[in-house]
DNA sequence: TGATCTATAATTTTT
DNA sequence: TTATAGATCA
């Protein structure tokens, strides 16, 4: 661990060498904000200061590992593994697993994800007969999650005039009572949502002064990154945690501050040097990821937000190559360009798929991106999807797992007692219920003592049945390890088999999935259960707790040679070679949910700023006329931040004149990609449409979106209304060379037959619709012949 | 009670 | 377009 500081900037160095008493840095964009704050950390472990005397916190594991990585690289020891590094929600459940009997909370309390949670609500909703059209589970569990985050109790909610105007006036006086059942459901449960873990932390800090006291001298040196996306919950527990030494590192970019839906505010590092006595402030600007012509481009961007702290990013690398800036037709356009242009610059300038990044607002914009890229056989990795964890059947498995560790849980009582079904429905599971609610027990109370309470005699059985499996999981625990329960549980509640027995692909899928969380959870409990002295929980509950904490993320390679996809919020701390900022459209980018206030525009902003930033070397800014929303085309102008770009920065030739579109694709290139885009028959009938009117100049100017008069011709379909004794026939009776009807695309020929038994598929040439792919589960037909 | 079908609503970002 | 919830049937 030599030289640790060589290659570091004056700035970056003052920053590291700053020991004691607190620390803001204000980290531009690709400034080496994760270098400065893993070295510092090694130089205080260099200095003897106790690992076990660290804390830092970040917003993702992601990031958490890294740092992890980064500073064992340069120790070149494990002296790393002690450092109490982690996600501020990991962390936080960490110590409250040993402490939140306290509370009132089993230690092996359950950790609710947003599924979960909005289950509960949705439960409280039902109880209190409040209408769940207008009383949205999802809105409702948004609003109970802000006043969390804001340490608003239920209490204060009921009570605040501004709140109770707000919420009367979107006609949903009852959330406070909602929010307050809520809590007290959750309590009941034994468990804790996502923002309890921040909450119930902090009333920890609060409430036992020995605690803090504990925890304020174990950490003595604590380290936050991204400090800009804190919420008033993670600045109060700081602030009590950092008070006795003051030792408190905060990295932030104001600029990136991207998060405030979720509570995060950006008075928190403008208020940092207003907590502390003699905050040493240190910037760093230069940015070593980008080109200059990126650089400046952010910068001009940024400028138009009114609420920032002044900095001026610069670089000393290359000016690079001109944003470029492209307009397609359609989203599925959009999706071809970029994959097309991946291609292409793969061949011409030696780039490796891992160096390309699609990013976008929304997760729904992902689908004509990956359709583009199978169509080309570019391996690509999509962020942001169901995370394994929140698959069907794991959280089946997991439902077992949960209960059997903790009986509270109703949630994960309610996914599994009829699954697989014994015979306890939903009649019965309703009575339970009420018979809890009514005698202040929990369901598996009423469960245990069912033969009091007046149940038929089958169900009753059943219901006895289930208390005795569950019982005997539960006392297997004791003596067996996670892994021997987790397998004896898929084994003898038939889960496992079930799956086995289904040979549909997805039931295929299922099965591995299964397979894949079983042998997870064998590396779990065959990993060393201690480091250096701490012994770490190897229990079952200490995993559930774990794994409700992983995203999707946390299970992708992020050195896999892929194309990587995600939303820009996925992106931030991340950068490529090559980035492609998709959907630039208003209503999308800004958003049209983001645009009422000053405040939310300037977030899309930064948002902006952060997307543009990701990129090392070459940026494309895609935008498409007309997008499928809803399943209805809508047509949309360019985004108001295309305009905000630097014009001499920018090679806007796609977007604005088609007459110069020859010269126009950078890199010298010829157009090929305009060309394949043209004439390539992509889908039926584009190549009819000139270049003009392709990329012609943009639309004048709407205030209303509108709808396209004509349906692009790709969609077109030739309608046809069925015969009046249209019928459909048995899928199993469809053979080659029949004639048939299709309710939508009218007479045809069968050509092939594809697929498996439960998902067959028939390729059918129709008279009027062209050669169609036909899944015969969904779709009707009628054999003619 | 359980399975299947039909109607309806919904998409901003995430630990 | 897709996912989900309620309605209907076996």
Same mark, same amino acid.
């Given at each position: 661990?030599q !030289?640790?500081?060589?290659?570091l900037?004056?700035?970056q160095?003052?920053?590291?060498?700053?020991?004691?008493?607190?620390?803001?840095?204000?980290?531009?964009?690709?400034s080496g904000k994760?270098?400065?704050?893993?070295?510092?950390?090694a130089?205080?472990?260099?200095?003897?200061?106790d690992?076990?005397?660290?804390?830092?916190?970040?917003?993702?594991n992601?990031?958490?590992?890294?740092?992890?990585?980064r500073?064992?690289?340069?120790?070149g020891?494990n002296?790393?593994r002690?450092?109490?590094?982690?996600?501020f929600?990991s962390?936080?459940?960490?110590i409250?697993r040993?402490?939140?009997?306290?509370?009132g909370?089993?230690?092996? #309390?359950t950790?609710?994800?947003?599924?979960?949670?909005?289950?509960v609500?949705?439960?409280?909703l039902?109880e209190?007969?409040?209408?769940d059209k207008?009383?949205?589970?999802a809105?409702v569990?948004?609003?109970?999650?802000?006043?969390?985050n804001a340490?608003?109790?239920p209490?204060?909610?009921?009570?605040d005039?501004?709140?109770? $105007?707000?919420?009367?006036?979107a006609?949903?006086p009852?959330?406070?009572?909602v929010y307050d059942?809520?809590?007290?459901r959750?309590?009941?449960?034994g468990?804790?949502?996502?923002?309890?873990?921040?909450l119930?932390?902090?009333?920890?800090?609060?409430t036992f002064?020995e605690v803090?006291?504990?925890?304020?001298?174990?950490?003595r040196?604590?380290m936050i990154?991204?400090?800009?996306?804190t919420?008033?919950?993670?600045?109060?527990?700081?602030?009590?945690?950092?008070?006795?030494?003051?030792?408190v590192?905060?990295?932030?970019?104001?600029a990136?501050?991207?998060y405030?839906?979720?509570g995060a505010?950006? $008075?928190?590092i403008?208020q940092?040097?207003k907590d502390y !006595?003699?905050?040493?402030?240190?910037?760093?600007?230069q940015?070593?990821r980008?080109?200059q012509?990126?650089?400046?481009?952010?910068?001009e961007?940024i400028?138009?937000n009114?609420?920032?702290?002044?900095?001026?990013l610069f670089t000393?690398?290359a000016?690079?190559e001109?944003?470029?800036?492209?307009?397609?037709?359609?989203?599925?356009?959009?999706?071809?360009?970029?994959?097309?242009?991946?291609?292409?610059?793969?061949?011409?300038n030696?780039?490796?798929?891992?160096e390309?990044?699609?990013?976008y607002r929304?997760n729904?914009?992902?689908?004509a991106?990956?359709?583009?890229?199978?169509?080309?056989?570019i391996?690509?990795?999509?962020?942001?999807g169901?995370?394994?964890y929140q698959?069907?059947e794991?959280?089946?498995?997991?439902?077992?797992l949960?209960?059997?560790?903790?009986?509270r849980?109703e949630?994960a009582?309610?996914?599994?007692?009829?699954y697989?079904?014994?015979?306890?429905?939903?009649?019965?599971?309703?009575?339970?219920l009420?018979?809890?609610n009514?005698?202040?027990?929990?369901?598996?109370e009423?469960?245990e003592?069912?033969?009091?309470?007046?149940?038929r005699?089958?169900?009753?059985?059943?219901?006895? !049945?289930?208390?005795i499996m569950?019982?005997s #999981?539960?006392?297997?625990?004791?003596?067996?390890?996670?892994y021997d329960v987790?397998?004896?549980?898929?084994?003898?509640t038939?889960l496992?088999k079930?799956? #086995?027995?289904?040979?549909?692909?997805e039931?295929?899928?299922r099965?591995e999935?299964i397979?894949e969380?079983?042998?997870?959870?064998?590396?779990?409990v065959?990993?060393? !259960?201690?480091e250096e002295?701490?012994?770490?929980?190897?229990?079952l509950?200490?995993?559930?707790?774990?794994?409700?904490?992983?995203?999707?993320?946390?299970n992708?390679?992020?050195d896999?040679?892929t194309?990587k996809?995600?939303?820009?919020h996925?992106?931030k701390?991340?950068e490529?070679?090559c980035?492609?900022?998709?959907?630039?459209?208003?209503?999308l980018?800004p958003n049209?949910?983001?645009?009422?206030t000053?405040?939310?525009?300037e977030e899309?902003?930064?948002?902006f700023?952060?997307?543009?930033t990701?990129?090392?070397?070459?940026?494309?800014i895609?935008?498409?006329?007309?997008?499928y929303k809803?399943?209805s085309?809508?047509?949309n102008?360019?985004?108001?931040?295309?305009?905000?770009?630097?014009?001499d920065?920018i090679d806007?030739?796609?977007?604005?004149?088609?007459t110069k579109?020859q010269?126009?694709?950078g890199?010298?290139?010829?157009?090929?990609?305009?060309?394949?885009?043209?004439?390539?028959?992509?889908?039926?009938?584009?190549?009819a449409?000139?270049a003009?009117?392709k990329?012609?100049?943009?639309?004048?100017?709407?205030?209303?979106p509108?709808y396209?008069?004509?349906?692009?011709?790709?969609?077109?379909?030739v309608?046809?209304?069925?015969?009046?004794d249209?019928?459909?026939?048995?899928?199993?009776?469809i053979?080659?060379?029949?004639?048939v009807?299709h309710q939508?695309?009218g #007479?045809?020929?069968?050509l092939?037959?594809e697929?498996?038994?439960?998902?067959?598929?028939?390729?059918?040439?129709?008279?009027?619709?062209?050669e169609?792919?036909?899944?015969?589960?969904?779709?009707?037909l009628?054999?003619?012949?």
């Open positions: 661990m !030289d640790y500081l060589a290659g900037n004056e700035r160095k003052e920053a590291v060498l700053h020991i004691n008493g607190p620390l803001m840095i204000i980290a531009g964009a690709g994760t270098k400065v704050l893993t070295t510092r950390i130089h205080l472990m260099a200095k003897g200061i690992a076990f005397n660290i804390l830092a916190l970040t917003f993702t992601k990031a958490a590992r890294e740092m992890k990585e500073i064992e690289r340069i120790l020891n002296e790393a002690n450092l109490y590094i982690g996600t929600h962390v936080f459940a960490r409250l040993s402490e939140a009997h306290r509370l909370y089993p230690n092996s #309390f950790i609710y994800d947003t599924d979960d949670a909005k289950s609500v949705k439960t409280v039902n209190m007969q409040l209408d207008l009383y949205k589970p809105t569990y948004n609003r109970i999650s802000s006043a969390k340490l608003v109790s209490m204060e909610y009921a009570t005039y501004h709140i109770q $105007q707000e919420d009367l006036r006609n949903r009852a959330i406070a009572k059942a809520y809590c007290k959750c309590f009941k449960n468990a804790m949502d996502f923002d309890d873990l921040l119930k932390f902090y009333e920890l800090l609060k002064p803090l006291s504990k925890y304020q001298h174990k950490f040196y604590i990154d991204e400090y800009q996306d919420n008033p919950a993670q600045y109060e527990i700081v602030k009590l945690l950092g008070a006795m030494h003051e030792n590192c905060v990295v932030g970019d104001d990136q501050s991207i405030s839906f979720r505010t950006i $008075q928190n403008l940092f040097q !006595d003699d905050v040493k402030v240190v910037k760093l600007e940015n070593y980008s080109t012509t990126i650089i400046h481009a952010a910068n961007v400028r138009n009114k609420a920032q702290i002044p900095k001026v000393e690398n000016s690079g001109k944003i470029r800036i492209v307009r397609t037709m359609t989203d599925n356009d959009e999706g071809k360009f970029v994959a097309d242009t991946i291609q292409e610059q793969k061949l011409r030696h780039f490796s798929n891992k390309f990044a699609i990013l929304t729904a914009q992902s689908r991106f990956e359709e583009a890229l199978r169509r080309m056989n391996p690509y990795t999509m962020y942001g169901v995370s394994f698959r069907k794991i959280k089946d498995l997991v439902g077992y949960r209960l059997i560790v903790n009986s849980d949630e009582l309610k996914r599994i007692i009829n697989p079904v014994r015979g306890i429905g939903k009649t019965t599971i309703d009575r339970v009420l018979l809890a009514t005698h202040q027990i929990t369901m598996w009423v469960l003592k069912a033969d009091q309470l007046g149940f005699a089958g169900t009753l059985s059943a219901i006895q !049945d289930f208390v569950i019982k #999981f539960s006392s297997m625990l004791q003596k067996q390890n996670a987790a397998f004896h549980v898929g084994k003898q038939n496992v079930e799956l #086995f027995n289904d040979k549909s692909t039931g295929l899928q099965y999935n397979q969380l079983l042998n997870s959870i064998k590396e779990w065959e990993s060393p !259960d201690n002295g701490e012994v770490i929980d190897k229990t509950g200490a995993y559930l707790q774990q794994i409700t904490l992983l995203t999707d993320s946390d992708k390679d992020p896999a040679d194309v996809l995600m939303t820009i996925a992106a701390g991340l490529f070679a980035v492609f900022a998709a959907g630039l459209e208003e209503q980018f049209a949910m983001a645009i009422n000053r405040e939310e525009l899309e902003r930064r948002l700023y952060v997307v543009v990701r990129a090392k070397n070459k940026l494309w895609t935008y498409a006329n007309t997008r809803f399943g085309l809508v047509q102008e360019p985004s108001r931040f295309i305009e905000e770009l630097p014009k920065h806007n030739t796609y977007a604005g004149g088609g579109m010269s126009s694709f890199f010298g290139s010829t157009g090929s990609v305009y060309e394949r885009m043209n004439g390539g028959g992509w889908s039926s009938g584009k190549s449409l000139s003009e009117k990329y012609g100049p943009p639309p004048a100017k709407k205030t209303t509108e396209l008069g004509p349906k692009p011709e790709a969609k077109k379909v309608e046809h209304t069925p015969s009046v249209f019928q459909a026939s048995d899928i199993n009776d053979a080659v060379g029949q004639k009807e939508k695309f #007479f045809g020929e069968v092939k037959l697929g498996n038994q439960h998902n067959r598929m028939a390729i059918i040439r129709f008279d009027a619709n062209g169609k792919k036909i899944l015969l589960n969904y779709a009707r009628k054999i003619l012949s």
